[in-house]
Structure formats: structure tokens, C-alpha cells
């Protein structure tokens, strides 16, 4: 009973490189997102999926890549990595046929950008 | 303005307090509620959905106020596994808006 995973958990990147993170659902939800977190903000929405081959900008995509080839992947790509990337980040998905209904959250991937 | 704002806190209580937190939002046109918890920057989990009639779950207890675009989450009796942040969460068009999160710490 894997849920929903992430890797790496913890990353360290030079400015400038390309870092892709990992998201893996075992649950066959339709919806997957994904977040970031900083001290001072809420999690704010950086992309989101409604199914395969179908994604969306949310709040911040500024600077981030995502994919999704299959449903129970969801990647997140930050083509040349900024220190105002450093942040942690949550991958979620939601059985809802909706999107803004509970979400289930990985475990998070800690970022930090020198 | 933030769409969803909460006290950060920290609330430091004892065990057995009775402690409520407040979260009020933007948009009127949202459509779902709910209370997340979070420990120690790990993943949020759903603590509860909150509906405009009120609803409890145990010792927690929410409350919706449409027309002052406000909620709230009153927590009995807290325990020390009570500590943690407590994330307000709004629906707005199919996405989750959270509050930054206020902070609760439980002490004996």
C-alpha cells in the first residue's frame, strides 16, 4: 500500500541546472498536483493535472516544467534551478472527479538551490 | 490580501485547554471547506471537512460562516499529540487554496 511517493526526498542543485522531481501514485486518481512551501505562505499551486496528458498552470509555474504520460506520474521539472526555488515541495493527487476536493499528500521533496 | 488568512501563532496552551482557531477567506463564491494538520513540515493530512451546519469529530469541532466568509476549528480537551499547525483550506474553482497555517503547541 504505497499511496503516493516522491523522490528524491532531499536534493541539492547548483543555479542554472535542471532538476526533475519525481512524483509516483498507486491509487489511480485522476487529479495530481503539485505544491511548493515556504515559511510566510501557504502551499501555493505550481501545476496541476486533471489526467493523463492534460496539465495546467496554478498559482507560481514560473520556471517549472510538468508532464504526465502516464497516471500514476506526474513529474515536476525546473529547467535551470533559482536560489527562490529552494523551497519544499508536495506532490498530491484526489479520487474526486473534481479537483478541489480532499487531496492526499506525498511525503515532500526538500529543495535547496545554491 | 491574502485569499485565505489565518493567525500564525504560535498558541501555546496546556493539556486540557480548550483552544479555537479562526481562518477567514476572499472569494464568497468558494465552494468547499476543510481543516488540514501538518506536523513538523511533513505532508498535511485531512483533519476534517467543515460544512455550513457545523461538525464535529470527537474533540474537534468546525464551523462555517458563509456570510462572514469565516471558519473556525475549536479543539477540546488538548492532548499533547495535539501540537502541530492546523492549515485552512478553501475550494475555489476546483483548486485548493491553503492558509499559510497557524501553529499549536500542546505543553504538559
Known amino acids: 500500500d504505497a499511496g503516493i511517493t516522491q523522490s528524491p526526498r532531499y536534493k541539492i542543485t547548483e543555479t542554472g541546472r535542471q532538476v526533475t522531481l519525481m512524483c509516483h501514485q498507486t491509487w489511480s486518481h485522476s487529479y495530481m498536483f503539485w505544491y511548493r512551501q515556504d515559511l510566510g505562505h501557504g502551499l501555493r499551486l505550481i501545476y496541476y493535472s486533471a489526467a493523463a496528458d492534460i496539465t495546467d498552470k496554478g498559482e507560481v509555474p514560473d520556471g517549472y516544467v510538468v508532464s504526465r504520460s502516464k497516471t500514476e506520474n506526474f513529474p515536476l521539472t525546473l529547467e535551470s534551478a533559482t536560489r527562490s526555488q529552494t523551497s519544499v515541495y508536495f506532490c498530491?493527487?484526489?479520487?474526486?472527479?473534481?479537483?478541489?476536493?480532499?487531496?492526499?499528500f506525498g511525503p515532500g521533496t526538500r529543495l535547496l538551490v545554491l | 490580501r491574502k485569499e485565505v488568512e489565518q493567525d500564525p501563532g504560535p498558541f501555546n496552551v496546556p493539556e486540557g485547554a480548550t483552544v479555537a482557531f479562526n481562518c477567514t477567506y476572499s472569494?464568497?463564491?468558494?465552494?468547499?471547506f476543510f481543516w488540514y494538520r501538518q506536523d513538523c513540515r511533513k505532508e498535511p493530512k485531512l483533519l476534517m471537512s467543515?460544512?455550513?451546519s457545523g461538525n464535529e469529530d470527537g474533540r474537534f469541532t468546525a464551523q462555517l460562516n458563509r456570510a462572514s466568509q469565516y471558519i473556525s476549528l475549536l479543539i477540546r480537551d488538548s492532548k499533547l499529540s495535539d501540537s502541530a499547525t492546523y492549515l485552512c483550506?478553501?475550494?475555489?474553482?476546483?483548486?485548493?487554496?491553503f492558509g499559510q497555517g497557524t501553529e499549536l503547541s500542546v505543553k504538559p
Open positions: 467543515v460544512y455550513s
Open positions: 498530491a493527487s484526489t479520487p474526486f472527479s473534481r479537483g478541489g476536493e480532499t487531496q492526499y
Open positions: 483550506v478553501v475550494n475555489e474553482g476546483g483548486k485548493l487554496i
Open positions: 472569494n464568497s463564491a468558494s465552494q468547499s
